[in-house]
Structure formats: structure tokens, C-alpha cells
């Protein structure tokens, strides 16, 4: 009897060449090592997803792209982390120029008080845009980019802060959009966000992705099922160092992981 | 502490349900060959009637899985599993239709003479019974080696099958009054072959529910 094996992965996605990469990447507070050794590849316009357990170091991780991590005293990098083929831990890099290219949203929306129009017009201004016509496009440009601009193109002039929470979280995003990044790094962006505001914030992330290249760390597993291209699973190993368990394309984390680990953590046997 | 314990007991029942309407579709097909030998219109009409309980049995236990998908997102491995649930209820309730299949044919024999004693029609009942069976522990047990023998099992169904059509052809040939009462035994026969083969169905189920892979165990001959 001849035994045959369909392929049936429809939703195998086709990968661009990576973006952002990191071999054996160790990451260390003080003492106290955080990440060991991750070696992983974000391929070009598309959604990555980290997840994991609390304290695995899933946002140390997306902290190393734009050397967040060196605001925090005391922490050391070792290893190789790269955008475009250049580490970003060299000596000459201008962590200033590498934040515009790889912007961030983080967890709770956090407009500036100042009106919705400065919020966007803030980054472009600091990097040394002037002219008021130009400002006002970016604004517009941006705020359409992150599906705002209807909402908010009567009232550009009343604070960000008046915003629903998930606009305010748009409005984050298109400010990172106004300085015109290559890759957005989003720390659990949605955890303030009620379930609507949730998806539309994951609908705008697909958009987005088809021209940036996108990582979302969320302790919410359906979101990394529902949104993202790839999924990388991190976990804390017994001395609290986190580590890559597991990555891939998100349709085969979900459906038939690799790994034991994985399969217990997606299937809530442990958490 | 199990997290999830709710869940994962809810998970359990649906598997415990599988086995117990596998067993009621075994004993379907095993008493209806059973009544056929006998000629027990009584009994067979009892199948007949009790053929509406491996149904109901089959969409309780759709709607649990229903219920688990929709309030319980399960992933990886219990997805798998329920989505095999969902097959192979389908396969086990078409078994259950068989077994009435035959019932009925018993029905329509009556009380015609018998046209020889039946020997191949309850070896093939056998066989399909006891890979039903094995097929459930299979599931249970995870078990793809166990699947994939036990769907290549079917080809002795299949072998029995030909012996029975090739007997019965020869006494049609013989005597052209034989004719009813041969094909009625060869319907029999067909409704076991093609059990059989749902229980191939249900070993592929089992070998996707452990390795994520669909795989066809092979064809059947009819």
C-alpha cells in the first residue's frame, strides 16, 4: 500500500530576505543574564511575533534593535545584533539615527500633552524639518497611515491627550510613522486596549506591513495567531536567563509546534 | 497546579464520548450480521430503530467540540485532536448506518430460505469490528504505527469481499433463482467492505492528530 503526504499549508507565507537579526544575542542587567543567546532572523515587511511567558524577556529582546536596553545602568550586550547586515552595538553608531529608523510603541499610549498635530510633528521637527507646509503633510501623510486622519482631521489642534485610548495608541503610531522608520517595534500595544480598539490597532498592523518591517511582543497568544506572519516563542530557563524556544511561520507555532515546550505553553499547559 | 483543569477534563470527555460511540457502532455492525445469521426480524428491526442514538451520540459530541473551539481557542495538539473529533464522529456514524443497512436487508431476506451458511460475511464483520476497536485505542493512544497497520488491514476486508462476490457469483450462475437472495447477501458484504474502509478514514484522522501530517494510508480497492 503507498502512504502519501499532501501538502496542504496554504498559509505558508512567502518571507522577504531578514531585516533585523540577531546571533547568539545575550543580553545581561548587571549580574543577572536576561536573554542567552538568541540567534533569530525578522524578514522584511512583515509581522513578527514574540511570545512567551512573563519574564522571558520577550521586550528585553525588541529593546536590543533600538538599544532601548542602554538607558537601563548597568546592562551589556554581547553577541550580534544587525539591521541590514550592520551591528548596531558598534562603537560609531548614532543611537539617535537608529531609533528614527526603528521606532517604538509601547504598552500604554503615551501622547505628549500637546495637540494632536504637534504629536506627529514633533519627531520631524527634532530631526529638522521646519517648513510649516511640509510639517502638515507629514501630519496628514502620517496620521492616514495609522487610519486616523478622519477621525481627527476637525480637532488637530486639541490635545492628544483627549483621545480615546485607542486612538491615543494610533496616535503613537503615527508619530513613530513621521520620522519615516524602516521597522516598528510594538511592546504589548494593545494590553490597554479594549477588544475593538484591539483589532483595528491588528488591522492597521497588516497595512502597515506591507511596508515595514514589524515585531509585536504580546502576552496575548490569539493576537500573535490572528496578526503576525511569524511567531517566536521565548522562555526563562532555571537561572531566569530567556531564551528561543522555538520560531516560525505563526500558522505552524499554532497548529503543530516543533517543540514540546511550545506545544504546552500555546495550549495553556503552562504559562 | 494543572492550569487549564477545566478545560482539559472537557477536552478528555470528547475522547471518552469517541470511544463509547465507537463501541456502539461496533456492536451495531456485530449484531446486525449477528440478526442476518439468526434471522431475528426482531432484533433487526431494534438496530434499525436504535441507529438514531450513534446519531444523536454524534452531534453531542459536535456540539461539545463546537463549544470548545468557540470558548476555549485551543491550539497545537488539543486543535488537532478536535478537529479529528469532528471527522471522525462523521466516519463512526456512517458505520452506524451500515450496521442499519444491514438490518434492513435482513428485513427484506425474511424468510426466504438461507442460501448456504454464511461463513466469509462474519469473518469480514469480525475483522472490520476488531479494526474499529484497535482504531480507537489508537486514537487514544496516540498511536500512528498502530493507524497505519490498522488501515492496511483493510485490504484482508477487501480480499474477503472478492472471496464472497466470486462464491456468490457462481451459485447465481448456477441458478439464475439464487439471484435475489446472492445479491442481497453481496449488498451485506459491500455495506462491511465499505465500513472497513471508514475505518481507514479514522486511522488517518488518528496519524494527522499526532503529526500535523495528512497522510493517506493508501487506497481502498473498491
Not at chain 1, 78 to 88: P, Q
Not at chain 1, 123 to 150: F, M, N, Y
Amino acid at each position: 500500500m503507498n502512504s502519501q503526504t499532501f501538502n496542504v499549508d496554504p498559509r505558508q507565507p512567502h518571507l522577504n530576505p531578514p531585516r533585523l537579526r540577531s546571533r547568539q544575542a545575550s543580553l545581561f542587567y548587571g549580574k543577572f543574564q536576561a536573554l542567552r543567546d538568541i540567534s533569530l532572523d525578522i524578514p522584511e515587511k512583515a509581522i513578527t511575533a514574540i511570545i512567551g511567558p512573563s519574564g522571558c524577556g520577550k521586550s528585553s529582546y525588541l529593546r536590543l534593535f533600538n538599544r532601548m536596553n542602554d538607558l537601563i545602568p548597568d546592562t551589556r550586550v554581547t553577541g550580534r545584533v544587525e539591521l541590514d547586515g550592520n551591528s548596531v552595538y558598534e562603537q560609531d553608531v548614532d543611537v539617535v539615527a537608529l531609533r528614527k529608523r526603528v521606532g517604538m510603541v509601547f504598552q500604554r499610549p503615551n501622547p505628549f500633552p500637546m495637540s494632536i498635530f504637534e504629536n506627529v510633528a514633533f519627531g520631524p521637527r527634532r530631526h529638522g524639518t521646519k517648513d510649516r507646509k511640509e510639517l502638515a503633510a507629514i501630519v496628514e501623510r502620517s496620521l492616514r497611515q495609522a487610519a486616523l486622519w478622519e477621525e481627527v482631521k476637525d480637532k488637530l489642534h486639541q490635545s492628544g491627550l483627549a483621545l480615546s485610548g485607542g486612538q491615543q495608541q494610533r496616535l503613537c503610531i503615527a508619530r513613530v510613522l513621521a520620522v519615516g522608520p524602516d521597522v516598528i517595534l510594538m511592546d504589548e500595544p494593545c494590553s490597554a486596549l479594549d477588544p475593538v480598539a484591539t483589532l483595528r490597532i491588528e488591522d492597521l498592523m497588516r497595512v502597515l506591513s506591507a511596508q515595514y518591517t514589524i515585531i509585536i511582543v504580546t502576552h496575548n497568544m490569539q493576537q500573535a495567531a490572528r496578526a503576525s506572519d511569524l511567531t517566536a516563542f521565548f522562555m526563562m530557563e532555571s537561572d531566569r536567563a530567556g531564551v528561543l524556544v522555538e520560531s516560525g511561520p505563526t500558522y505552524e507555532i499554532f497548529t503543530n509546534p516543533r517543540e514540546k515546550r511550545t506545544e504546552d505553553y500555546v495550549t495553556g499547559r503552562f504559562g | 497546579m494543572e492550569i487549564r483543569a477545566g478545560y482539559h477534563k472537557r477536552l478528555r470527555e470528547i475522547q471518552d464520548d469517541i470511544l463509547v460511540m465507537g463501541s456502539m457502532s461496533e456492536k451495531a455492525i456485530l449484531q446486525s450480521v449477528q440478526a442476518l445469521k439468526d434471522r431475528n426480524l426482531v432484533e433487526a428491526k431494534r438496530i434499525i430503530a436504535d441507529d438514531v442514538k450513534i446519531n444523536q451520540k454524534r452531534f453531542e459530541i459536535e456540539e461539545k467540540c463546537v463549544q470548545l473551539i468557540a470558548t476555549q481557542q485551543p491550539m497545537a495538539g488539543d486543535l488537532r485532536i478536535i478537529v479529528c473529533a469532528l471527522y471522525i464522529i462523521t466516519e463512526l456514524e456512517r458505520i452506524g448506518d451500515y450496521a442499519e443497512g444491514i438490518a434492513k436487508i435482513v428485513l427484506m431476506i425474511g424468510d426466504e430460505p438461507p442460501l448456504k451458511p454464511l461463513i466469509d460475511i462474519p469473518r469480514m464483520a469480525d475483522k472490520m469490528s476488531l479494526m474499529l476497536r484497535r482504531s480507537m485505542a489508537a486514537f487514544i493512544n496516540r498511536d500512528v504505527e498502530a493507524a497505519k497497520k490498522i488501515a492496511a488491514e483493510d485490504d484482508d476486508v477487501d480480499a474477503l469481499y472478492d472471496q464472497v462476490f466470486r462464491e456468490l457469483l457462481t451459485f447465481m450462475m448456477e441458478d439464475p433463482r439464487t439471484i435475489t437472495r446472492a445479491t442481497r447477501l453481496i449488498w451485506v458484504a459491500h455495506n462491511l467492505e465499505r465500513a472497513a474502509d471508514r475505518v481507514t478514514n479514522v486511522c488517518e484522522r488518528v496519524v494527522f492528530s499526532v503529526t500535523g501530517k495528512m497522510e493517506e494510508t493508501g487506497a481502498s480497492k473498491y
